[in-house]
């Protein structure tokens, strides 16, 4: 079955720090994989996309970088967090093999930048 | 892109029918609409998708217009357990990516 990992669920950074999460997919090949991100109460916001290795697009100017070195693995990074990097992450992916319904989300990681 | 308008809040009493609505009105002949729904404190899940005619599924049903405009999201007996924020969404243009509103936040009353 085709399932997605991400983690850590919660995490809680200084401001200046650096930011790691990772996203894995199994059961699939070539998913096109997605970062989202959701402020308190806000809707999702669309980060990043990537519809194979090494290539990645950029929804939103920022402070946060994307990468894919692997193709079942997504990676978001930051170099130094801000106070509004603040939220609620979350990784997708979608698989052709699922046809269009099949966009699925991981658990998501929740940021807190102190 | 084709944009989604939905209400930010609905209320429901429990075991009643619930009619979500979506409009949709730049939406292109061969966009399928898609429904998720969030759970507090996790991800999206799937809940529907359709082009033109209505669908069905165990979690609930799915009303397009004739004009495919606006659409509906039926959930046939509410339960507690489907409080959530509903999105209706379209994909881009490109269709490699959708992209949420802020979708309705639904309440069941008990």
């Known amino acids: 079955s085709q399932t997605i990992h991400q983690w850590p669920a919660t995490l809680v950074q200084p401001v200046g720090s650096p930011l790691s999460l990772e996203c894995t997919v199994e059961?699939?090949?070539?998913?096109?994989l997605y970062w989202y991100r959701q402020a308190a109460g806000r809707g999702l916001q669309l980060l990043f996309y990537s519809v194979g290795i090494g290539q990645i697009s950029s929804e939103v100017p920022q402070n946060l970088s994307a990468s894919r070195p692997q193709d079942r693995q997504f990676i978001l990074s930051s170099k130094k967090l801000l106070l509004s990097d603040s939220g609620f992450y979350l990784c997708a992916f979608t698989a052709v093999d699922r046809g269009l319904g099949g966009y699925t989300f991981g658990s998501g990681t929740r940021l807190t930048v102190v | 892109d084709a944009k989604t308008t939905q209400p930010n809040s609905m209320e429901s009493n429990e075991e009643e029918p619930v009619h979500l609505p979506c409009n949709h009105s730049t939406i292109s002949g061969t966009d399928y609409i898609h429904w998720y729904r969030q759970l507090p404190s996790q991800g999206p899940e799937y809940v529907i998708h359709g082009l033109t005619s209505n669908v069905n599924n165990r979690m609930a049903s799915l009303a397009i217009a004739e004009d495919r405009k606006s659409s509906t999201l039926i959930l046939h007996r509410a339960t507690l357990r489907d409080a959530a924020v509903y999105y209706c969404i379209l994909p881009s243009n490109t269709g490699n990516q959708f992209y949420f509103g802020t979708g309705t936040s639904l309440t069941v009353i008990p």
């Open positions: 059961g699939t090949s070539n998913p096109n």
